[in-house]
């Protein structure tokens, strides 16, 4: 009576369950022999890049002076940009193109709609789960951090919660972008764009650095912002101005959402 | 009854050029802003906190040649990829070619020929961005352009095997992550590879893309190579012949079942 009646009603009622749902199915399908080790392996290439870019480029660089004055190795310099950028890729590749392929092509989204789903749920779900993978990747990439004396434990926590953040803010953006996406060709211009944050978000050099007119557009952007914080960190530094950047993710993560739900709703419910 | 075309590759080559016309756009971003990207925001911006004497020239001037090697090395790769799992798996053009007057050496020749105007053009486009910064200084700069077609038929035939054989596309990011991107970063493009352990730095020399670096910088810069140019361009026709083998293989195999 319980089981049949009641907590059927009682599941239905919450949106999160709904979501959890959307969550749990894509958990089902990494038992896909391809899939998981995709995603397993996922974590591997910012620590790749921490190695040839922070250490091979890094003993070029030699120690590194930052603006306040303080000296610390390139390779820590260069450490939480890529825990930043592994947070926006490992997102975006979730809510940006495996998001578009069950949309448009698996029509796997027509499908939840025609159960109790809403479309905003599907959304929510779909970000949850982005979000847990690229907790995965924050917590192997920070272990290796703190292995290699480029971080503490006591500032991965911090750290941890702001790559979260990071993975929040582009998971939701880049699902309101998927919805906008025409076919696979234009996702061409998302990996350009992606790239091009990835380099100039002062990532290898510090934004201060920049010529003006590239500084001003790059503190506009949302990868800067997700650097600032996770080095601030990582490097011990706390500053009020961390405050901002995390409130500009929180920002970006209600739009895209709101904005993903809503388009989604138009493509899938009209 | 006769057939008006003769078996030949270029029936194929033309194929990719019509479905190329289509999509063109977004390549053109691929293959020439995003080694520009490269050469900016590592070259120029990282390059500026980098002593020239370290390396005897600019770093602008270092990665330059790396970049567009590990651009063609980049484009041949994914032209191998995608587009040849999508016309066994997905659209199953190769199984349209071969009710043709086509073979597996027509469709794995018109492939490479297709990949080579890709690669070609791409590392023409990206020289004269080099000329446009003043980073290319020796007359014989024009050869990076064929080093740039050897390295990639050299990473491109064993793709187009790997392409062949497998059935989906989770595949290529096991190949991007563990092979490609791997070798773009320690193969020497950014760095010289005497700085690696020996044994990574054994792995670099197996790679071709090592090879093709040290080609485009010879070209470039005008600086000798390790073991002499024709030993690089030996060792990349090496990789392009035994891939060649294996691909004109799989794609018989997987064309006869």
Redesign the interface.
Known sequence: MVTTLVAPRLMRRSFLYRAASVTARNLVATR?S??L??VI??F??PV??L???GF??G????D?HLADGRVIS?AAFVAPAMLAASAMNGALSETGYNFFARLKWEKLYDAMVATPLRPFEVALGELLWALARGLIYAVAFLSIMIALDLTTVWWALPALVGSALVGLAFGALGMAVATYMRSW?????L??AT??LF??SGT??PAD??PEVLRVVVTLTPLYHGVELLRGFTTGALSLAMVGHALYLAALAVVGLTVAGRRMDRLLCQ | MSTDVAPSPWPVFYHRWRLYLN?W???V??SF??PV??L???GV??G????DS??GLP?AHFIAPGVLASTVFQVAISEAAWPVLAAFQWVRTYHAMRAAPLRPVDMVGGEILWIWLRAGTSAAGFLIVLALFGIVRSPVAVLAVPAALLLAAASCAPVLAYSASIR?D??F??LF??GV??MT??AGV??PVE??PLAARWLAYVSPLWHGVELSRAATLGLPTAIGWLGHAAYLVLWAGAGYLLAVHRFTRRLTD
């Open positions: 896909h391809g899939y080790l995709v392996s996922g591997l290439e790749l890049y190695f040839s870019i091979g480029v003993a070029l660089v030699g590194f390139y060709q234009d996702f061409d211009y990996s350009v790239f091009a380099l100039f290898f050099t650095a920049y | 999509t756009r977004g390549t971003f691929s802003l995003l990207m490269f900016l925001g590592l911006s990282v500026s906190y980098v002593d370290a390396l770093y989906r989770g595949w990011a096991l992550r563990f991107i791997p970063l320690f950014f760095f700085q690696l």
